[in-house]
């Protein structure tokens, strides 16, 4: 039998909810910007592909960024270990724990608006139909993630969120 040490730590957690990430409906969200992007081209410019393929780079990398200033400001002991996933629903960085749902919902809320926001301020400079393509991909991106939120919503005690490969699960202590 195995002896735990006097100062190790037990963290009881209880599954409230699990949302799993079915792979047909995933594949089929993760091919709908293909139909825009050719008719974007087809009916507008060529060059909109540019902008669809730089806004699914370049939205991801600012996902990133205003995720790792927020953590910044919450302080270290909130940060934890985070790594860079390509995979919907969750693309950009994840927390590699369980991490309060709460913090999570604050970021996404933070990225939907500070998204908004940046892609507002690029409207006088770009023509209105690759903004409302950024615009489109911005809101492609979060979708599945309130989605989950949505899903997520039925607990009334403060939680905490791991999110693995397959699935997304909501725990309270």
Same mark, same amino acid.
């Not at 006088?124 to 309130?146: E, G, N």
């Given at each position: 039998?195995?002896? $735990?040490?006097?100062?190790?730590?037990?963290?009881?957690?209880? $599954?409230?909810?699990?949302?799993?990430?079915?792979?047909?409906?995933? +594949?089929?969200?993760?091919? +709908?910007?293909?139909?825009? =992007?050719?008719?974007?081209?087809? #009916?507008? %410019?060529?060059? %909109?592909?540019?902008?669809?393929?730089?806004?699914?780079?370049?939205?991801? $990398?600012?996902?990133?960024?205003?995720?790792? +200033?927020?953590?910044?400001?919450?302080?270290?002991? /909130?940060?934890?270990?985070? #790594?860079?996933?390509?995979?919907?629903?969750?693309?950009?960085?994840?927390?590699? /724990?369980? !991490?309060? $749902?709460?913090?999570?919902?604050?970021?996404?809320? /933070?990225?939907?608006?500070?998204?908004? =926001?940046?892609?507002?301020?690029?409207?006088?400079?770009? #023509?209105?139909?690759?903004?409302? =393509?950024?615009? =489109?991909?911005?809101?492609?991106?979060?979708?599945?993630?309130?989605?989950?939120? !949505?899903?997520?919503?039925?607990?009334?005690?403060?939680?905490?969120?791991?999110?693995?490969? #397959?699935?997304?699960?909501?725990?309270? /202590?």
């Amino acid at each position: 039998m195995h002896r $735990l040490d006097k100062d190790s730590t037990i963290y009881n957690f209880t $599954l409230i909810r699990k949302v799993r990430h079915r792979p047909l409906p995933l +594949l089929l969200y993760g091919i +709908l910007p293909i139909p825009s =992007a050719v008719f974007l081209a087809t #009916s507008v %410019s060529p060059w %909109s592909l540019l902008w669809i393929a730089g806004g699914l780079l370049l939205l991801p $990398l600012m996902y990133d960024i205003v995720t790792n +200033l927020y953590l910044k400001l919450l302080g270290t002991d /909130q940060r934890g270990t985070w #790594s860079y996933a390509w995979r919907l629903p969750w693309v950009g960085l994840l927390p590699n /724990q369980h !991490f309060p $749902l709460r913090v999570i919902m604050r970021i996404h809320h /933070q990225l939907l608006w500070i998204g908004l =926001a940046v892609i507002c301020c690029l409207y006088p400079w770009i #023509s209105i139909d690759r903004w409302l =393509a950024l615009i =489109a991909l911005h809101v492609w991106f979060l979708t599945p993630r309130y989605l989950i939120f !949505f899903l997520l919503r039925r607990s009334k005690k403060p939680g905490v969120l791991k999110i693995n490969a #397959s699935d997304t699960s909501l725990y309270v /202590q």
